[in-house]
């Protein structure tokens, strides 16, 4: 927990002083009493319980002084919040690596069912787009909160030569900004793989200015794919362009480090799963790498994403929890005190 040192300091030197007050008013209150010969005879007439009753209220007063007073000084505490996340894109790669069987019943169906799977976890809320990619890009859904299209999009994947990670990540911030001119239609890829992102797409508006990464609360994308970049936009040029608008890029990676040869009408291919740059781009956008073997633990960090996305632990401002138990405390000392002694404390 945090709070501003300069406030507590004065509430450390208010208490104390607080109490010396009301010990003085006790002694105050002594001297004004009729003195009895005997004071056995003071405490059968005024009798055990209320000597701890004389003291509560003015007791739970000073506590409900001390909480406003801290209040003042207006402390933090990390808390696990609900997300004020709206918007999330599903990039998911369709390449044709995505039909190998070492998670099964293969990688591309593993893919759609945990996806489907994480629909469903998700809050009716939050809109969800997808984002299929291999060679090229495509939205093949714009974000909706009707999951019936999305189970629909997912399930007519249809698989593809090539990998475009770059791609998939900046037709998902057109998704997420579709106002912002975000556009990499009739451009040439291998040009755009060659040079700047923020040069190729010449329809952006000149007058954006970056944020700070991971600052969008509001959207993020996460990308799923089995393979390395082959073509399209340069994936660390598209992951800065992501950084830059404080979108994260949760990356998964599914299928086997090592990787393997797949076959499919008389040609086969190596496919390798590309980690060392799925976790620079999760760094880069401030968000994190996961890794998925097999289908389970592919379900497994979908379920970890949705709780991720829907709940975020971050530093919170917690004054008015202090300010209404002192008003709680100090409410309940004046009661008590009414019902005792007929008078406020």
């Not at 999330?88 to 169906?109: E, H, Q, W, Y």
């Not at 859904?141 to 593809?160: G, K, N, Y």
Request: proline share 4%; glycine share 8%.
């Amino acid at each position: 927990m945090k709070f501003l040192w300069p406030e507590m300091s004065w509430l450390l030197l208010l208490l104390p002083m607080l109490i010396g007050i009301y010990v003085l008013m006790l002694k105050r209150k002594k001297k004004m009493q009729v003195k009895y010969a005997s004071l056995g005879l003071v405490k059968q007439a005024i009798g055990a319980k209320q000597t701890w009753k004389r003291h509560l209220p003015p007791a739970l007063f000073l506590l409900g002084i001390g909480a406003m007073l801290f209040a003042g000084t207006r402390p933090t505490a990390v808390m696990t919040l609900p997300s004020q996340q709206q918007t999330i894109i599903l990039a998911i790669d369709v390449s044709g690596s995505m039909r190998a069987t070492d998670v099964k019943p293969n990688r591309m169906v593993a893919a759609q069912n945990a996806a489907k799977a994480f629909l469903k976890e998700l809050p009716s809320n939050v809109k969800v787009g997808i984002v299929a990619f291999a060679g090229t890009a495509a939205v093949v859904q714009a974000p909706t909160l009707a999951r019936e299209d999305l189970i629909s999009a997912i399930e007519r994947f249809q698989l593809q030569r090539g990998t475009a990670i770059g791609n998939g990540i900046v037709l998902s911030l057109a998704a997420l900004f579709p106002d912002a001119g975000i556009n990499l239609d009739g451009a040439d890829q291998k040009e755009m793989r060659s040079r700047s992102i923020e040069k190729a797409g010449e329809a952006e508006k000149k007058d954006f200015k970056p944020v700070p990464p991971g600052s969008n609360t509001s959207s993020a994308v996460i990308l799923l794919t089995d393979g390395q970049p082959t073509t399209g936009v340069d994936t660390m040029d598209a992951a800065r362009m992501a950084a830059d608008r404080g979108v994260r890029v949760y990356t998964v990676g599914v299928g086997t480090v090592a990787g393997e040869t797949i076959g499919f009408e008389g040609w086969s291919m190596r496919v390798r799963l590309d980690e060392e740059t799925l976790k620079k781009v999760s760094n880069m956008t401030h968000a994190s790498y996961f890794y998925a073997g097999t289908a389970d633990d592919l379900k497994n960090v979908y379920e970890s994403l949705s709780t991720k996305l829907v709940f975020e632990k971050k530093e919170t401002e917690i004054t008015a929890l202090f300010a209404l138990a002192g008003a709680v405390l100090a409410t309940f000392a004046a009661a008590l005190s009414m019902l005792w002694f007929n008078r406020i404390v």
